[in-house]
Structure formats: structure tokens, C-alpha cells
T-cell receptor, first 113, second 107 residues
Framework: NAGVTQTPKFRILKIGQSMTLQCTQD?????MYWYRQDPGMGLKLIYY???????DKGEVPNGYNVSRSTTEDFPLRLELAAPSQTSVYFC????????????FGDGTRLSIL | KNEVEQSPQNLTAQEGEFITINCSYS?????LHWLQQHPGGGIVSLFMLSSGKKKHGRLIATINIQEKHSSLHITASHPRDSAVYICAVADGNKLVFGAGTILRVKS
């Protein structure tokens, strides 16, 4: 029972490079979320999705893009990496049924140099 | 937008002590979550509550809807409880998170 799987776990990028952070869940959850976590700060929502084909911006969407072509997958794309995007990124999912807890992946630690 | 404040930011306790972490929020909510994050690790949900009190092992979570306040208690604390404890409140389909409380339990 994998839950929410994020890849890669660690990555170093150069300024201006692009990359995609992968997130997949096997719980058939409708809702999926991308957060970033900076030291001493609470988790900030980047983008979220309430189902396949539907995405919406969160609190800090600038510099990121997402897509949701399937229920299982919710990749996060960085087009032109900047040092300000150095952070730990978490993907999460939850069921549509009522008010349910979110299930988190193990995170991706990303450094932009 | 709901503002979520946690206190204290840092907490050091001796093994066996009773620990309380507080969370207050500014706007009425449908549910409040307590989460745990171990150093270098992922985030797990401990409790989700909308009223009253919940207990799981040595952990107890309470919420006072009128006062917009929740507490997380740990009884008989142990070094393995050392982690960041995060409060989050439901805002429609999203969560708004507090900055977290860093707990260190010394043996």
C-alpha cells in the first residue's frame, strides 16, 4: 500500500533549468495538493486539484505549473528555476468523502544553485 | 483568510513531562488538524477534530470552537515524541497551516 509517492527525493538544479516533480497516489483520491515548506514557515499551498482535468492556484503559484490528466498523478513543473524556489516540496491527497485528513508524500528536497 | 498561530515555537522537555502545544485561529472553521513531522521525514496526520476531544495513546487533542483554540497534549513524553507538531485549519477544500512547534524531549 504505497499511499502518496514523490520522486525524486533530492535534486540540485542550476538557475534557469527546468524540472518536474512527480507525485502519484494509489488511493483513488480526488483531491491533490502541492506545498512548499521553508525553514521556520508553515506549509504554503502552491496548486491544488479537485479531480482530473481541474486545477487551481494556491497561495504561492508563481514560477510553477501543474497538470492533472489522471486521478493518480499530479506533477509539478518548474520552468525557470530560481534560488527562491529552494525548498522542500510536499504532495498530498485526500478523499472527497466529507472532511478527511490529507495523506502526505515523503517530500522532495530541492536546491537551486 | 484564516490566520493560524501556534505556541510555543520551540519546546524542550524532560522525558516523562506533560506537554501542551497551543493553536489559535482567527475565523470559524469546520475542522482542525494536528500533524506530526519527524526530522527529515514526512508528515503524518495525528488528529482531525471539529469539536470536543480526541485521544490516541498518549496524545490528546482538544478544541474550543467558541474561543477558536485547540491544544495538543502529550502525556508521559518520550524522546521519540521529538518532532515538529503542526496545526492546520480547514478552509474549504484547502488547509491553512501554522508555522509548527519544534518539540525536543530529552532523556
Amino acid at each position: 500500500n504505497a499511499g502518496v509517492t514523490q520522486t525524486p527525493k533530492f535534486r540540485i538544479l542550476k538557475i534557469g533549468q527546468s524540472m518536474t516533480l512527480q507525485c502519484t497516489q494509489d488511493m483513488n483520491h480526488n483531491y491533490m495538493y502541492w506545498y512548499r515548506q521553508d525553514p521556520g514557515m508553515g506549509l504554503k499551498l502552491i496548486y491544488y486539484s479537485v479531480g482530473a482535468g481541474i486545477t487551481d492556484k494556491g497561495e504561492v503559484p508563481n514560477g510553477y505549473n501543474v497538470s492533472r490528466s489522471t486521478t493518480e498523478d499530479f506533477p509539478l513543473r518548474l520552468e525557470l528555476a530560481a534560488p527562491s524556489q529552494t525548498s522542500v516540496y510536499f504532495c498530498a491527497s485526500r478523499s472527497y468523502a466529507g472532511t478527511q485528513p490529507q495523506h502526505f508524500g515523503d517530500g522532495t528536497r530541492l536546491s537551486i544553485l | 483568510k484564516n490566520e493560524v498561530e501556534q505556541s510555543p515555537q520551540n519546546l524542550t522537555a524532560q522525558e516523562g513531562e506533560f506537554i501542551t502545544i497551543n493553536c489559535s485561529y482567527s475565523v470559524g472553521i469546520s475542522a482542525l488538524h494536528w500533524l506530526q513531522q519527524h526530522p527529515g521525514g514526512g508528515i503524518v496526520s495525528l488528529f482531525m477534530l471539529s469539536s470536543g476531544k480526541k485521544k490516541h495513546g498518549r496524545l490528546i487533542a482538544t478544541i474550543n470552537i467558541q474561543e477558536k483554540h485547540s491544544s495538543l497534549h502529550i502525556t508521559a513524553s518520550h524522546p521519540r515524541d521529538s518532532a515538529v507538531y503542526i496545526c492546520a485549519v480547514a478552509d474549504g477544500n484547502k488547509l491553512v497551516f501554522g508555522a509548527g512547534t519544534i518539540l525536543r524531549v530529552k532523556s
